[in-house]
């Protein structure tokens, strides 16, 4: 699982894991993201991914730093559904950089005390190049700030022709976000099997309508038939919701996806309603039902016999022995599938939907009495469909009655599928006949295996744009950003070398609220500066264009012209990889009129999430890893002043 990688196990062995876990996911960086097959000897079956998260959900992980890693992705995953790469890849060069101090002989409340400056920096300059979304259009002034001129890598072609097809007018300035850090000035540093959600900084200021076609052109990293999809689904909300036109919509909890394989890709569409795939003999009940007035259920849970929501649920194993055990739990069963029949059709229900899974059963009981049950409906769905009926959501069909029916929703027959991948399905549309936020992102493909990947990059572009419209701020993509970091992040360490040989090897330096000098803080700087490097010029071999060597000689080229510019308004032209190749030399960027007006973006809110967590990983391996080393703990007589203690 860890490839070649050598792991010294005199050395500290998390950190050395945690390193050559992040190397699995270098390949799913930037805008060609590869594919990989992923294969379980016992079975010989074997899976399709191409992203960060689906890679370590398939992988057996059996050291403790992978179920670590896998749970820090899951938590960050489950939140953003974008940059768990950048965060396991980050994890990964900056547990490179604590071990290579390690070996410098740099103690561990040093490194932790210097990279937490570090991760400072890296955030403060965030704040300052942050692009308010207001009035943000595709012909503006490029970079986000005079910082951020001449820094900008162009990593995709595809990329830039979909962002240029989407840029507009100007519609207003670019507003710069300058914000300073809290109080204190630190940064507060929780170490934690389980990372929490930092919440992002509000940066609104006056109201104004952001250009979301090209904010979400920028934010596709690659991804343009994915994002399509996703700006097709916010201008149809925006078109079924105009009470308030003072803001932009885009609710990614009222958007729901329906993969149906066998299709082409070309054949993915978006549709008002929730579409959801059918078997045969529910499709012949929806058939009977279609464009009629229906009377809905809601059911939040399974709806089958041995279902009890988390309050009630049974210890798992334990069975209850007697003669005769089995007929018995046959006709509770029958008895309560009766039951809740008999009050389906008392209320005159015509359509039941269930967050949760459906008994065949009920399923096939349902059916004989034209009555329609869909499982799977998402919560919010279901949230959407009864403030629009008016029925009230239970946990057990048990509980309904006539004031929990609502009224209004309506089944239309979307297509008919029987012919495609051997299997008779049908797909319906249930909606309530009116405007409503409701909007089925329809996924197709005849690779089935690559259904899933289609999906994830869908969700992951939705949360991107979805975070921004929260977040009202965006930061310059294609590495401008990281170059930014990699920037002050080196001016910061050289000044602390500078001062040191000032005073004489006195180590006298501003900390922030008085805290105490660190001697290495400028060995450790230079170092989280090249994991920043490694990132930048990653992504950029991944565009199969350059070598490592050459993108690295590109990144240190640019930086050296930004550094030797006359201020730091200092405007530079893009390098552009298109360019470089045909030129063939990287100490020749474009002249700035053969630069494409091309804007490239990155969520402020899920970077800033990503390198934290990476940090936190880090510290929190990093620490494990000395008291195992040191063989000190809490109760023992072992000087502690090094260890933050977990």
Known sequence: MLGSTIINNRQHVGLQRLSALAGLIHSSLGPNKKYKFIQDDTSGESTLVCSCFRIFENLELTCAVGQLVYETIQSHQKVYHTGSGCLLFFAGVWSRAALECIQKGISVAHIISAMSEGMDI?????????????????????????????????????????????????????????KTLNATGHRKLKLSRHFCEAKSENVSTVPKLPDIPHIGQGLSHGCIDAMNLVLEASRIQSKNNQKDVSCSIFDVTKVVTCVLPGLPEDHACVLPGCIVLLSAEQASVAYHLKEQHLNVALLNGDLSNTYRHLGFNRPTGIKSISDGSDLSSSSKEEEWLQKVVTLLLNLEVNLILVSGLVSEKVIERCCRHHILVVEKVKASVLKAFANATGAVLVTYATQLSKHCVGRGLRVGIWRDLSGHDGKPSTTVNISTGGNSDLVTVILTSCVHGKLQALEDQFWACAYRLHHVLKDKALLPGAGVTEMLCVHHLQKQAEHHVKHCRERNGDLVQNTKAGAAANPYRGVVLHLMADGLIDYISTVMVNTGRLSKIRARTAVSQQLQDYNESLGIAAKFPQLLLEGELEGGSVSSPLKSSEVPAVKIYDNLSVKQEAWRKALDLVFLVLQADAEVTTSCGQNTDCTQENLMML
């Open 122 to 178: 890296c955030l403060d300059v965030c704040r300052k190049c942050s692009i308010l979304t207001e009035g943000l259009s595709g012909e503006q002034s490029q970079g986000c700030t005079a910082m951020s001129h001449g820094l900008g890598l162009q990593l995709s072609k595809k990329v830039i022709v979909g962002a240029s097809r989407a840029s507009n007018h100007l519609q207003g300035t670019t507003e710069v976000v300058q």
